[in-house]
């Protein structure tokens, strides 16, 4: 049997940065020593891993993930409102 989408997800909530990253939401800048949610996992047999601010990754729970789909664009630091 093939499956197209293979989706293994797992997302960690990380107290302290040890570096500093961008969020794959708002696209910037997540700081050293703040905390984030890291999400890992598999998609289409493609392995990713995204940092996000805590209030980005609770913004994007508030969304339909199948909107989500297929966008392209960045969205406001903790809210669902496009850039
Ligand atoms: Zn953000």
Redesign the pocket.
């Known amino acids: 049997m093939y499956i197209m989408t293979d989706i293994v997800f797992d997302s960690k909530y990380i107290k302290s940065c040890r570096k500093s990253h961008t ?6 800048t ?1 700081l050293i020593f703040t905390p984030a949610t890291k999400c890992q996992g598999v998609f289409d047999g493609k392995f990713y891993c995204n940092y ?2 805590p ?2 990754i609770a913004a994007g729970r508030t969304i339909d993930q199948d909107e989500l789909e297929g966008m392209t664009c960045y ?1 406001k ?2 809210t669902t409102e496009e850039k």
């Open positions: 969020c794959d939401w708002c696209n910037e997540i996000f601010h209030e980005c969205f630091r903790g």
